[in-house]
């Protein structure tokens, strides 16, 4: 089961059980919202195999419209998440599952034309299909993880610039 403190970094090594997490919580989510989501999408560390993460699951729920999403967040909120300001990502409302002591899900809702949905895409399949990457992008977490473990946003932000080389290498190739 994930799970992680609001605000900390720990790495654990790939679960296979994150894909029957991330299922349950399709299902569970679709059971509430599903008339309004498009599609969803496994994204970030856990949804490629193999790969160290926080363990926690990152998810995309897919919407025709952003502005007339926001009414899916008090549903959400009744049902375990919170809604948390955008930071600095745009084109997203992000909800977070759990107590802040033990979060285990993020929800991403976003367009499937929005740089959010097509950044996380395109980097979560550039890493599955690049296992070189893949190991050189673990190896740089580990020794943030260390560095920033009670600093996420640090930890984020030290992430960026290898982020964005490896988008422009799947930019470079369409």
Known sequence: MP????????????????KRDYA??????????AERVIAFEHVGSTAI??????????MLAVVDDLAAATDLVP?????????????????RLFLAKGPRTDRTHYLSITEHSSDCYTD???????LQSHPDIMVEYE??????????????????????SFVQRVLERVTDRE
Do not use: C
């Open 24 to 33: 349950a919580e399709v299902e569970r989510l679709e059971a509430l919202v």
């Open 120 to 126: 996380q895409i395109a980097f979560r399949d550039y």
């Open 139 to 160: 190896e740089l977490k580990r020794r943030l993880a260390v560095e920033y473990s009670d600093d996420r946003a640090s930890y984020t932000e030290a992430k960026v």
């Open 3 to 18: 799970g992680l403190e609001r605000g900390t970094v720990e790495l654990v090594p790939h679960d296979p059980g994150w």
């Open 75 to 91: 549903v959400l909120e009744d049902h375990g998440y919170e809604h948390r300001p955008n930071d600095d990502v745009s084109g």
């Open 49 to 58: 195999e193999g790969l160290a993460a926080k363990p926690v699951v990152d």
